[in-house]
């Protein structure tokens, strides 16, 4: 019988059940844990409609686990904080007090809940994802056996995952790698994301607090997991007037290049900060430069209090700072530069630039009235720059793209090396 999985980033926002639990822990500061406090803490995460602890507590005590493995993932995956054993609690007896304070309880749920739910709830046999656990436990064991203040911790976590449940051994295990400040290659840190995307996790469950051996940040990659980056995104952050809902400038800023989940951090403040010193170099006349941003961000007819703007090339430069600042916060040790352009695809980039400024549907006019200066970002200034302007024109503007033509965009998309989503995620959606 197939096993029915829960959909956890409905109900969480963040690590949850024991490892949400026993992060909480390891995060407190001040006085020492005590029995008390620390039951009185699981009682509080209950009441907080986090069911999944008591659940997790009780697939422990019902395995056939030895109280010595109990025992190692408790305090390996706690860093210690409290030891009911040292205490005089024998690690059984210890869960049961947790089991008690964290009563069973199913959440209610209306028919539409029930049916969304069960529309994206997971399929993933448990021998598979035993199989994928036990894996990537086993490809840190060396740098767990280091670094955990904890003996027998791996054997502890492959038996978690074998022989109560892989789901919660994959949560703990990512509890006590994060714990411990276990390193993680970027290789393991994708497969990781990948089966916690599976899973439904939360990102934080994977992503928050684990150190992970990033490589260098590269300004010229161009395969980001969100779709749009660089200039296309920060156009698409100060649509219009829109962007005064999402914070003041600097926060939407922020949002544009504080975006690396499961990228190299500092990835999209880098790949901005190469689009905007490509065009802040550039010979383009500061009217051109200032009626193309206007009409990528669609801030043609904006005026008044929005005029953040007003001076292109200052608020290029404000840019520039933030992600000069952002990158030194992340990454001290980068130095910004700007990678080689991809002037062999000069020729087919300028050839979409003018077919599509021959499709005749009124929403083309503020896009045709820069189509000059989106030649000369293809020609003097980057290919790929000007491609991406051109895709975020057409998008920002609702310019209907026929398949035809939208095809041709996804075959140059892959030549330039974007995610497979870039297309999709920036022109609008097809007709029909």
Known sequence: MTRVREVYYWDHGADFGLSGFAGRLVARTGLRLDEGVTLALAGAVAEDDDVRLGHDVRLLLDSALPDEVLHAVWLAAVRRRFDPVAEGTDIRAWLRRVAEVCPPRVLERD?????????????????????????????????????????????????????????????????????????????????????????????????EGLEVRWPPVDPGRRDLGIGRFGAQMLAAAFRGTDWRHEGTVRE???????????????????VLLEDVRRLLDSALPDAELAALWRAVSCRVRVTGEDGFDADVRAWLERVAGECREHLATVDPCYVPYVSPGC??????????????????????????????VLEDVVTTVDPDLGFRLLLQLLGTHEVPVAEARRTRYRALAERLGYSPDHIDDTLPAPEG
């Open 111 to 207: 028919p539409y809940e029930v049916a969304s739910l069960d529309e994206v709830r997971p399929v993933f046999p448990e021998d598979e994802l035993r199989t994928a656990v036990t894996a990537e436990i086993a490809s840190v064991a060396a740098g767990l056996a280091r670094a955990v203040a904890v003996p027998d911790v791996v054997p502890a976590l492959l038996r978690v995952v074998r022989e109560a449940d892989a789901d919660l051994g994959l949560r703990l295990f990512l509890r006590v790698a994060k714990s411990y400040s276990v390193a993680i290659g970027k290789d393991a840190y994708d497969r990781l994301t990948a089966l916690g995307d599976r899973l439904t996790f939360p990102w934080p469950v994977v992503s």
């Open 252 to 270: 939407n800023i922020l949002r544009v290049i504080d975006n690396d989940y499961g990228d190299v951090p500092g990835s999209y403040a880098a």
């Open 343 to 372: 002037t062999e695809a000069a020729e087919s980039v300028l050839r979409e630039v003018r077919e599509a400024m021959r499709t005749e549907v009124p929403e083309m006019a503020e896009v045709r009235a820069v189509a000059g």
